[in-house]
């Protein structure tokens, strides 16, 4: 069975709406679509990170009641790692730059691999982002 291509929507869960606003928005840049909610933040708090990505930043009584009897994870541990493929080195430097301006906690500082140059953060709530400009591994893929 094939599958049309729909806008994929990763949900994180957040303890405080303000600081992740400030993050992502302010201190990353990122487009945070949405009408003001009475806090002055969209309501949902989403990420638009291309075409087909969205980040929805849930805070975490509501991520509870999602997940409904399965255990949310702690904070500061993570089930997967958020990937951004940047075009070139100097993106990648300038994201984590942002990132560490902004609050994040520097995992790996950016340095040159094998496949390509690539750094990692965790943001206020401790899910973690890697910034990787591909030089012949994420970019060959159909």
């Known amino acids: 069975m094939t599958y049309e291509q729909a806008p994929v929507t990763i949900a994180l869960p957040i303890a405080d709406r303000q600081r ?18 009475n806090d002055g933040i969209p309501e949902p708090l989403r990420l638009t990170l291309g075409d087909n990505v969205r980040v929805m930043l849930i805070p975490t009584t509501g991520f509870g009641w999602v997940l409904s009897d399965r255990n949310q994870a702690p904070p ?3 089930e997967c790692i958020l990937s951004l493929t940047l075009p070139t080195n100097a993106d990648v430097d300038d994201l984590m730059t942002r990132a560490a301006a902004a609050g994040a906690e520097i995992i790996r500082h950016p340095s040159e691999q094998s496949w390509g140059y690539d750094g990692a953060f965790a943001d206020p709530d401790g899910h973690t982002w890697q910034a990787v400009a591909a030089h012949n591994f994420l970019t060959t893929w159909p």
């Open 20 to 37: 992740s606003y400030a993050f992502y928005r302010s201190g990353l840049g990122f487009n945070t679509p949405g009408e003001p909610d």
């Open 76 to 78: 500061g541990q993570s």
